[in-house]
């Protein structure tokens, strides 16, 4: 019998690149103050490449994403870390890291890219505390009450003031364009975070005409048929869901580590609740949570997908692991849209 290993062999011999792991999220101890770092990775970070989140989009019209073009348009807002009066700081970043200079990393039909922002870390607790001393100094000093246009500019004297010397924190975001499928897969759970991440991605290319992935039929009631009968091969359930009333949208419940085909699920579905987020297993390789929008959440892949991955080196390693991730991603994306009903038509 055919393993997934056996499966993955010819399709990996054609993703071998160099490759580094990558942190999402790291914590800047030197003062954001420090212009001229020669470095924007300050130091290494667990290894990143398995997305967690998928938020799909469809590509309307053919753009050029080639290497060069993306690599070109990307180059004219690489990162720049905070200067000292920054709030913060959005660019694209090598995704392999310090392995490499580039700024798009193409592996077979699917090219890599990463971008980071910085943000100065000034807590909201200790701002109100200095706010509050100022104002009770003013009042005090000038024997009347402070006024709001006053108070505003307290506040930002405040902020400019803590700017220089506060700390920053990075986060990450990873994508990756499908250019066989006209696809752009973003590792992100929230549609703000994906449309802040088009914008930039938008201003850099000039175009990115694209819509959100969605299915045919509706995505709410095809999971409550799920839950109610049966899930179609190659699904299993997990133990956890949404349930949302159809005529109020506040009336939800939320079940965690609970028998999805249990009575008290079946109870919630006769009063007219439907399913609207649905923890599932793929073919006993990645476990997921499915919204009602076409959104994939804490997408886990299992040790019988990521063991198999081997590798003499770390830049192997990413290319070789990013590789099957894509492989696998696409076959989920299939499998989902067919039993959905298909693309919907946009």
């Excluded at 890291?97 to 870390?121: D, F």
Aim: hydrophobic letters at 40%; glycine letters at 4%; one cysteine or more.
């Amino acid at each position: 019998m055919r393993t997934r290993h056996d499966l993955w062999k010819p399709l990996l011999s054609h993703h071998i690149f160099l490759a580094k792991k990558q942190p999402d999220f790291e914590l800047d101890f030197a003062a954001s103050g420090a212009e001229n770092r020669s470095s924007i990775y300050p130091f290494k970070a667990r290894f990143l490449m398995w997305f967690k989140n998928l938020r799909v989009y469809r590509l309307t019209q053919k753009i050029d994403l080639s290497p060069k073009n993306l690599s070109e348009n990307l180059s004219k807002n690489k990162f720049k870390p905070c200067l000292k009066m920054d709030f913060s700081r959005f660019g694209w970043v090598p995704p392999l890291g310090k392995l490499g200079q580039e700024l798009v990393h193409p592996v077979g039909q699917y090219t890599l890219i990463s971008a980071r922002r910085q943000e100065k870390i000034l807590p909201a607790a200790a701002i109100t505390e200095l706010l509050e001393e100022k104002v009770s100094e003013f009042e005090e000093r000038e024997a009347r009450m402070v006024y709001r246009k006053e108070k505003t500019r307290f506040k930002e004297d405040i902020l400019h003031s803590l700017l220089p010397n506060a700390l920053t924190r990075s986060s990450y975001i990873n994508a990756y364009f499908d250019t066989k499928n006209d696809l752009l897969i973003i590792d992100v759970s929230s549609p703000g975070k994906a449309d802040d991440f088009m914008d930039s991605l938008r201003a850099a290319l000039g175009e990115l005409p694209v819509v959100p992935l969605s299915c045919h039929g509706d995505a709410a009631d095809i999971m409550t048929r799920w839950v109610k009968n049966r899930v179609p091969k190659g699904f299993e359930l997990d133990d956890e869901c949404e349930l949302k009333n159809r005529q109020d949208a506040k009336n939800v419940v939320r079940c965690k580590q609970q028998d999805l085909t249990g009575k008290e699920i079946k109870q919630h579905l006769l009063a007219g609740k439907r399913v609207t987020q649905l923890a599932l297993t793929w073919r006993n390789a990645i476990r997921f949570v499915l919204t009602e929008d076409f959104a994939i959440k804490r997408l886990k892949f299992e040790d019988s997908v990521n063991e198999q991955v081997e590798a003499d080196d770390e830049a192997a390693r990413f290319d070789q692991d990013f590789s099957v991730m894509t492989i696998e991603v696409t076959q989920l994306i299939d499998d989902v849209l067919a039993e959905f009903g298909g693309e919907a038509k946009t």
